[in-house]
């Protein structure tokens, strides 16, 4: 279980980098990165209890680009599910089905956890290639932090017996070149320019949830490049 | 959700009596139990956060079984699981097995969680009509206890609450006409014509597992089909 990376995302209270750590020994995983903590102190080693070895060789970062770096998918976790099939920003799917998902999966995945109070950034969540959620009550959705890491890892912990090793899966260099082909194609076509942004999201999400394969992304990145390029072409 | 009561025996720290209560509001239960629980103050309160309500209602006994008097099936959590076969006091089943053996159950459902430190005495478990455990590391298997009760709520709301509506997602029409606009575009830049099938057939697979809302499709439809059209038109 050493290809997930648990990135904590400006956490508040050292106590929930405490849980989280435990939580993460408790689970197998091991790889914990954190963007600008809180101070770490007794408080943090206390609640890590048998997995203070998971705190202390835990690496902090400036940024969430430092952080995901080496990951072949970077995983947005949001308590928010935002109702209504625009607001694709916001479509998580169900940590279980995460699990499920990533089973296969080659190459680090690196789990983005944000902070206590307000969760990842828009900027942040737009970076993701897909969001995941704990289903919970629509009354009182916000998990507590550690909670929340903790259920995530326990669905990943739950498939671990069923990680065969499939396909290769492209790398962030790969599927960033298919996203500026994308967003090439857009400008070609002549795509309004107040819409681009948001399509050139929804379609990294899409791509992200699909977990393509090294294959499929050649393939998909040479018909959209190729298309961007006629039509760039043609114009002249 | 009102027929699962969670009762923590004699816990010892305050602050994981917030926790549970939080996690029991995030999770739409609310009917919290404690036999001889630690001096409960201010950090309980803070922890419950919007769940204070829990606490408060929360009822207060000397023995177990004041506890679970009223309930028809007492279950106990253990972090412990004895192998062999003669062990019968420790073969718990896996909190996500006891979801879906509860699932409909009917009448009042005791959930035993025992102290931080010892768990539920020999003579605690022996009451329970059955056990339940959360799988986890063979190294570290001891969660926190407002994460085992957490993780516990979480399987059982999976089984009872599936409250998050689902946005539509796109007709089969829809998306037969979404592979007609790629087809279309392959033909347009010039695809290698046997390459051509397995290509289109590898995109619906993409577009199949990412399950696109029906915004997503007309989204990306349009840029296809746009794209398709315009170097169709710049050949002529």
Redesign the interface.
Known sequence: MGDFRVVLVEPEHE?NVG?VA??M????FDDLCMVNPCPLGDEALK?A???GHILSNAMIVDTVDEAVKGCSLVVGTTGI?T????R?VR?PM?A?ELAARTADHEGRIALLFGREGLGLTQEELARCDLLAH???????????L??AV??VL?EL??TRGRRISRNPVSSEEERELLYKYFAR??V??D?PEFRRHN?EV??RR??G????TKW?FY??MG?IG???K??EK?KK
Request: no cysteine; aromatic share 12%; net charge positive.
């Open positions: 106590g849980a435990r939580a020994g408790n689970f197998a609640r209890k048998h997995a599910v109702h209504g099939p625009k694709y479509i169900p279980r704990i289903p919970s009550s629509e009354e009182y959705p916000t998990l507590n550690s909670h903790s259920i326990y912990f739950q194609l857009l070609a076509i795509y399509t929804m379609f899409m791509m949830r699909s977990v393509p499929e393939t998909i018909v190729d298309a961007a006629l039509i043609s």
